[in-house]
Protein backbone atom coordinates (compact mmCIF):
# COMPACT_ATOMS: atom_id res chain seq x y z
CA UNK A 1 0.00 0.00 0.00
CA UNK A 2 1.34 3.12 -0.93
CA UNK A 3 -0.86 5.05 1.75
CA UNK A 4 -0.68 4.46 5.28
CA UNK A 5 -4.36 3.42 6.74
CA UNK A 6 -6.40 2.89 9.52
CA UNK A 7 -5.78 -1.11 11.38
CA UNK A 8 -7.86 -3.51 9.30
CA UNK A 9 -10.44 -3.94 12.32
CA UNK A 10 -11.41 -0.52 11.89
CA UNK A 11 -11.63 -0.09 8.23
CA UNK A 12 -14.19 -3.29 8.30
CA UNK A 13 -16.06 -1.44 11.37
CA UNK A 14 -16.34 1.53 9.37
CA UNK A 15 -17.05 -0.81 6.35
CA UNK A 16 -19.89 -3.01 8.52
CA UNK A 17 -21.39 0.22 10.07
CA UNK A 18 -22.24 1.93 7.01
CA UNK A 19 -23.31 -0.87 4.46
CA UNK A 20 -25.68 -0.96 7.77
CA UNK A 21 -27.23 2.53 8.01
CA UNK A 22 -27.12 2.81 4.09
CA UNK A 23 -29.73 -0.14 3.84
CA UNK A 24 -31.57 0.83 6.35
CA UNK A 25 -31.69 4.13 5.22
CA UNK A 26 -32.75 2.64 1.66
CA UNK A 27 -35.41 0.59 3.06
CA UNK A 28 -36.65 2.68 5.80
CA UNK A 29 -36.91 5.47 4.05
CA UNK A 30 -39.12 2.88 1.17
CA UNK A 31 -41.07 1.67 3.97
CA UNK A 32 -42.38 5.21 5.09
CA UNK A 33 -43.09 6.44 1.78
CA UNK A 34 -45.00 3.87 1.21
CA UNK A 35 -46.88 4.76 4.22
CA UNK A 36 -46.95 8.31 3.74
CA UNK A 37 -47.93 8.41 0.32
CA UNK A 38 -50.10 5.18 -0.64
CA UNK A 39 -50.38 4.20 -4.14
CA UNK A 40 -48.39 7.19 -5.53
CA UNK A 41 -45.44 5.65 -6.72
CA UNK A 42 -43.58 8.46 -8.50
CA UNK A 43 -43.84 10.32 -5.08
CA UNK A 44 -42.70 7.33 -3.09
CA UNK A 45 -39.79 6.60 -5.31
CA UNK A 46 -38.99 10.26 -5.27
CA UNK A 47 -39.25 10.12 -1.72
CA UNK A 48 -36.51 7.34 -1.29
CA UNK A 49 -34.32 9.01 -3.90
CA UNK A 50 -33.94 11.56 -2.23
CA UNK A 51 -33.30 10.00 1.27
CA UNK A 52 -30.73 7.66 -0.30
CA UNK A 53 -28.63 10.62 -2.22
CA UNK A 54 -28.58 12.74 0.91
CA UNK A 55 -27.53 9.16 3.29
CA UNK A 56 -24.90 8.30 1.01
CA UNK A 57 -23.58 11.63 1.00
CA UNK A 58 -23.43 12.11 4.93
CA UNK A 59 -22.75 8.52 5.13
CA UNK A 60 -19.16 8.79 2.98
CA UNK A 61 -17.92 11.74 4.95
CA UNK A 62 -18.74 9.99 8.14
CA UNK A 63 -16.77 6.67 6.93
CA UNK A 64 -14.62 7.80 3.73
CA UNK A 65 -11.33 9.02 6.00
CA UNK A 66 -11.72 5.27 7.62
CA UNK A 67 -12.13 2.66 5.07
CA UNK A 68 -12.78 4.50 1.88
CA UNK A 69 -16.34 4.25 2.84
CA UNK A 70 -16.99 1.55 -0.22
CA UNK A 71 -20.35 0.19 0.84
CA UNK A 72 -20.60 -1.97 -2.01
CA UNK A 73 -18.47 -5.41 -2.85
CA UNK A 74 -18.01 -4.10 -6.74
CA UNK A 75 -16.17 -0.58 -5.61
CA UNK A 76 -14.07 -2.83 -3.42
CA UNK A 77 -13.28 -5.41 -5.87
CA UNK A 78 -12.16 -2.61 -8.87
CA UNK A 79 -10.28 -0.97 -6.12
CA UNK A 80 -8.53 -4.23 -6.14
CA UNK A 81 -8.09 -4.40 -9.57
CA UNK A 82 -7.17 -0.96 -9.79
CA UNK A 83 -4.20 -1.83 -6.84
CA UNK A 84 -5.83 0.34 -4.53
CA UNK A 85 -6.64 -2.04 -1.42
CA UNK A 86 -5.10 -5.65 -1.45
CA UNK A 87 -7.31 -8.19 -3.07
CA UNK A 88 -7.35 -10.01 0.85
CA UNK A 89 -8.53 -6.36 2.56
CA UNK A 90 -11.33 -6.39 -0.49
CA UNK A 91 -12.69 -9.99 0.17
CA UNK A 92 -13.64 -8.94 3.79
CA UNK A 93 -14.50 -5.54 2.97
CA UNK A 94 -17.60 -7.35 0.58
CA UNK A 95 -18.08 -9.64 3.84
CA UNK A 96 -18.90 -7.19 5.63
CA UNK A 97 -20.61 -4.89 3.45
CA UNK A 98 -23.39 -8.13 2.95
CA UNK A 99 -23.10 -8.54 6.80
CA UNK A 100 -23.86 -4.56 6.91
CA UNK A 101 -26.64 -4.43 4.68
CA UNK A 102 -28.69 -7.47 6.12
CA UNK A 103 -28.48 -5.90 9.72
CA UNK A 104 -29.85 -2.70 8.24
CA UNK A 105 -32.59 -4.36 6.57
CA UNK A 106 -33.64 -5.83 9.78
CA UNK A 107 -33.25 -2.91 11.65
CA UNK A 108 -35.25 -0.75 9.27
CA UNK A 109 -37.78 -3.33 9.25
CA UNK A 110 -38.21 -3.48 13.13
CA UNK A 111 -37.69 0.78 13.24
CA UNK A 112 -41.36 0.51 11.77
CA UNK A 113 -42.41 -2.40 13.69
CA UNK A 114 -42.25 -4.91 10.98
CA UNK A 115 -41.26 -8.57 11.39
CA UNK A 116 -37.98 -8.37 11.78
CA UNK A 117 -36.96 -10.42 8.67
CA UNK A 118 -39.90 -10.77 5.54
CA UNK A 119 -38.58 -11.92 2.36
CA UNK A 120 -39.30 -9.58 -0.24
CA UNK A 121 -42.26 -10.77 -2.92
CA UNK A 122 -41.01 -7.97 -5.21
CA UNK A 123 -40.02 -9.65 -8.40
CA UNK A 124 -37.43 -7.54 -10.76
CA UNK A 125 -35.90 -9.85 -13.22
CA UNK A 126 -36.42 -8.79 -16.66
CA UNK A 127 -33.92 -8.01 -19.26
CA UNK A 128 -34.11 -4.02 -19.20
CA UNK A 129 -33.39 -4.41 -15.75
CA UNK A 130 -30.27 -6.31 -15.66
CA UNK A 131 -29.39 -3.77 -18.62
CA UNK A 132 -30.12 -1.19 -15.94
CA UNK A 133 -27.75 -2.53 -13.50
CA UNK A 134 -25.21 -2.75 -15.79
CA UNK A 135 -25.43 0.76 -16.59
CA UNK A 136 -26.30 1.91 -13.35
CA UNK A 137 -23.09 0.33 -11.74
CA UNK A 138 -21.07 0.98 -14.27
CA UNK A 139 -21.47 4.70 -14.18
CA UNK A 140 -20.79 4.64 -10.23
CA UNK A 141 -17.58 3.25 -10.53
CA UNK A 142 -16.67 5.48 -13.22
CA UNK A 143 -17.88 8.62 -11.43
CA UNK A 144 -15.29 7.35 -8.07
CA UNK A 145 -12.30 6.07 -10.18
CA UNK A 146 -12.21 9.11 -12.40
CA UNK A 147 -12.66 11.86 -9.51
CA UNK A 148 -10.30 9.68 -7.71
CA UNK A 149 -7.37 9.52 -10.63
CA UNK A 150 -8.09 13.52 -11.61
CA UNK A 151 -7.71 14.51 -7.73
CA UNK A 152 -11.21 15.50 -6.85
CA UNK A 153 -11.77 12.26 -4.60
CA UNK A 154 -13.54 15.31 -1.91
CA UNK A 155 -16.71 15.64 -4.20
CA UNK A 156 -16.78 12.00 -4.20
CA UNK A 157 -19.84 11.93 -1.40
CA UNK A 158 -21.48 14.36 -2.71
CA UNK A 159 -21.44 13.34 -6.45
CA UNK A 160 -22.34 9.34 -5.73
CA UNK A 161 -25.02 11.14 -3.47
CA UNK A 162 -26.28 12.60 -6.75
CA UNK A 163 -25.59 10.22 -8.96
CA UNK A 164 -27.54 7.36 -7.07
CA UNK A 165 -30.65 9.81 -6.60
CA UNK A 166 -30.64 10.52 -10.34
CA UNK A 167 -29.99 6.86 -11.21
CA UNK A 168 -33.70 5.72 -9.46
CA UNK A 169 -35.09 7.45 -12.22
CA UNK A 170 -33.09 7.15 -15.44
CA UNK A 171 -33.04 3.67 -14.74
CA UNK A 172 -36.15 0.67 -15.14
CA UNK A 173 -34.29 -0.91 -11.83
CA UNK A 174 -33.88 1.86 -9.69
CA UNK A 175 -30.30 1.58 -9.61
CA UNK A 176 -29.56 -0.62 -6.97
CA UNK A 177 -25.70 -0.80 -8.20
CA UNK A 178 -25.04 -2.95 -5.00
CA UNK A 179 -24.51 -6.73 -4.66
CA UNK A 180 -24.58 -6.26 -0.79
CA UNK A 181 -27.92 -4.00 -0.91
CA UNK A 182 -29.79 -6.41 -2.95
CA UNK A 183 -29.21 -8.92 -0.60
CA UNK A 184 -30.30 -6.88 2.27
CA UNK A 185 -33.38 -5.58 0.39
CA UNK A 186 -34.31 -9.40 -0.36
CA UNK A 187 -35.16 -9.55 3.38
CA UNK A 188 -37.70 -7.22 3.63
CA UNK A 189 -41.16 -7.72 2.22
CA UNK A 190 -41.58 -3.24 1.40
CA UNK A 191 -41.48 -1.13 -1.20
CA UNK A 192 -37.63 -1.60 -1.25
CA UNK A 193 -37.59 -5.05 -1.51
CA UNK A 194 -36.50 -7.47 -4.47
CA UNK A 195 -37.05 -11.53 -4.36
CA UNK A 196 -34.72 -13.87 -3.98
CA UNK A 197 -35.14 -15.01 -7.35
CA UNK A 198 -34.27 -11.83 -8.31
CA UNK A 199 -31.16 -10.92 -6.82
CA UNK A 200 -28.64 -13.66 -8.65
CA UNK A 201 -29.93 -11.68 -11.99
CA UNK A 202 -28.93 -8.06 -10.47
CA UNK A 203 -25.87 -9.35 -9.07
CA UNK A 204 -24.38 -10.88 -12.25
CA UNK A 205 -25.42 -7.83 -13.90
CA UNK A 206 -23.46 -5.47 -11.40
CA UNK A 207 -20.53 -7.61 -11.49
CA UNK A 208 -20.69 -6.91 -14.89
CA UNK A 209 -20.89 -3.33 -15.04
CA UNK A 210 -18.47 -3.63 -12.63
CA UNK A 211 -16.15 -5.07 -15.54
CA UNK A 212 -17.23 -2.56 -17.52
CA UNK A 213 -16.83 0.58 -15.74
CA UNK A 214 -13.08 -0.73 -15.16
CA UNK A 215 -12.36 -1.05 -18.49
CA UNK A 216 -13.73 2.22 -19.76
CA UNK A 217 -11.89 4.44 -17.02
CA UNK A 218 -8.75 2.29 -18.18
CA UNK A 219 -9.37 3.20 -21.42
CA UNK A 220 -10.11 6.75 -20.78
CA UNK A 221 -6.91 7.30 -17.94
CA UNK A 222 -4.55 4.31 -18.86
CA UNK A 223 -2.07 5.32 -15.93
CA UNK A 224 -4.24 5.20 -12.99
CA UNK A 225 -2.05 4.27 -9.82
CA UNK A 226 -2.55 2.42 -6.23
CA UNK A 227 -2.23 5.72 -4.76
CA UNK A 228 -4.71 7.30 -6.51
CA UNK A 229 -6.68 4.68 -6.08
CA UNK A 230 -6.69 4.30 -2.83
CA UNK A 231 -8.13 7.50 -2.56
CA UNK A 232 -11.63 6.91 -4.09
CA UNK A 233 -13.72 8.53 -1.92
CA UNK A 234 -11.50 10.74 0.10
CA UNK A 235 -7.62 10.50 1.51
CA UNK A 236 -7.38 8.60 4.65
CA UNK A 237 -7.04 11.26 7.33
CA UNK A 238 -5.78 8.76 9.95
CA UNK A 239 -2.67 7.58 8.96
CA UNK A 240 -0.78 6.94 12.51
CA UNK A 241 -1.27 3.13 12.75
CA UNK A 242 0.13 0.77 9.88
CA UNK A 243 -2.61 -1.91 7.49
CA UNK A 244 -2.92 -4.95 9.63
Not at 47 to 62: K, N, Q, R, S
Not at 172 to 186: C, D, E, L, Y
Request: charge should be neutral.
Amino acid sequence: MLLTQPILWRRLLAEYLGSLLLAAIVIGAGIAAQTLSPGATGLELFEDAIATGFGLYVLILMFGAVSGAHFNPVISLVDAMFGGISWRDAYSYCLVQVAGCFSGAVLANLMFSRTAISISEHHRATLAHGLSEVVATAGLVMIIFVLARTGRSTLAPGAVGAYIACAYFFTSSTSFANPAIVVGRMFSNTFAGITPTSAPWFVVAELIGGVVGFALVKALYSDVTSREASKVTVEHALGSESPS
